[in-house]
Every structure is written in structure tokens, then in C-alpha cells.
């Protein structure tokens, strides 16, 4: 399953925000999206920490957790 997610560089916090069902999003995790958001710099301005992608189950395990990268927000 493909699911989008926004990744904090510095606490190395994600929160999965979306889920691919076919060929549709399907929104995820939005009631924690704005607390998830007020404590971090949008990715828009030149300091922001924050990143965004698409990823496979198995290919944002081997990148951001398997390394020790990171610390589970919400999933």
C-alpha cells in the first residue's frame, strides 16, 4: 500500500497523511494534521524541516525506520 507522509528532519517524527485505495487518497490522520503542523516551519519557507512523499510500505520502513532515523508519531 502507498501511503503520503510528511517527515520532520529535525525530531524525525512522520504522521502518515493519506492512503492510496485504488486508484483514489483517501485522507488519513487529518484530526491531528493541524497540531501536527503548528509546531513546525511549512514546508514552503527556505528553513523548514518538514519533507513530503509518496512511499511504499517497505521502501518508508527501509528509509526512515529501519536506519533508527525516527521516532512514530501517528501512523
Known amino acids: 500500500m502507498n ?7 529535525e525530531t524525525h ?3 502518515c497523511i493519506a492512503l492510496k485505495k485504488g486508484p483514489d487518497w483517501v485522507p488519513n490522520n487529518q484530526a491531528v494534521l493541524p497540531g501536527f503542523m503548528s ?15 509518496e512511499f511504499n510500505d517497505n521502501v518508508f520502513f527501509e528509509k ?3 536506519n533508527g532515523t525516527n521516532v512514530l508519531f501517528q501512523y
Do not use: H
Not at 39 to 53: F, K, M, N, Q, Y
Open 13 to 15: 517524527e512522520y504522521l
Open 39 to 53: 509546531t513546525r516551519t511549512p514546508e514552503t519557507e527556505t528553513d523548514s524541516v518538514l519533507i513530503s512523499g
Open 3 to 9: 501511503r503520503k507522509y510528511l517527515v520532520d528532519t
Open 64 to 66: 526512515w525506520i529501519r
